[in-house]
């Protein structure tokens, strides 16, 4: 009886190496994306949900940008900020601020990038009937968004780490800063 299996290994020949050498379409520059987080929210309208986006780019994740975009549901864009991805990063994320590691620190920013579009950082109305205007908001956009009680606003990490909420006023047609 005859077997179509062979018992001989194929072995690699240490001869045959050839040295890799990347494209250059294969290197990651400053303008890389090195993560993407998307979400779609009621936030210009209740009618029909906003595409929010947080782009990560970079070289590498701890000296990054992270990217803050919203567009409407008809594609304008409303709101562009840049955030370092450094600002991302909460010593509550990590167990040892003071020993945590370049993996640890990446670990925690994309852990933040994951739940920056969170249920709980949306908020209506945008402005609580209670709330008195910070000294550091425009008056023009606080009595738009106050004005509206269908306003929706988000709560984010801002540049320098930073919480700050953001709005839509309707009568302004723009994304405006209420509280930073």
């Not at 590498?60 to 562009?80: C, E, M, P």
């Not at 925690?108 to 009937?129: C, G, S, V, Y």
């Not at 606003?153 to 405006?176: M, N, P, S, W």
């Amino acid at each position: 009886m005859t077997s179509c299996i062979t018992t001989e290994r194929e072995v690699g020949s240490a001869k045959n190496q050839q040295k890799y050498t990347p494209t250059p379409g294969n290197r990651i520059t400053e303008r890389s994306v090195l993560n993407k987080v998307n979400a779609q929210h009621y936030f210009t309208s209740i009618k029909a949900k906003d595409q929010f986006v947080l782009l990560l780019q970079g070289s590498k994740i701890v000296n990054a940008q992270a990217r803050f975009i919203i567009l409407t549901s008809t594609g304008d864009t409303i709101r562009k900020e840049t955030i370092p991805a450094a600002a991302l990063l909460k010593a509550s994320d990590l167990d040892d601020p003071q020993a945590a590691t370049v993996r640890d620190k990446e670990i925690a920013i994309l852990k933040t990038m994951n739940t920056f579009f969170r249920e709980d950082h949306f908020t209506q109305p945008a402005i609580p009937r209670a709330a008195v205007q910070p000294a550091n908001v425009d008056a023009q956009a606080w009595s738009a968004v106050r004005a509206d009680t269908k306003a929706i606003g988000f709560d984010y990490i801002a540049a320098g780490g930073k919480e700050r909420r953001i709005a839509y006023a309707k009568t302004l047609r723009k994304a405006v800063i209420i509280a930073n």
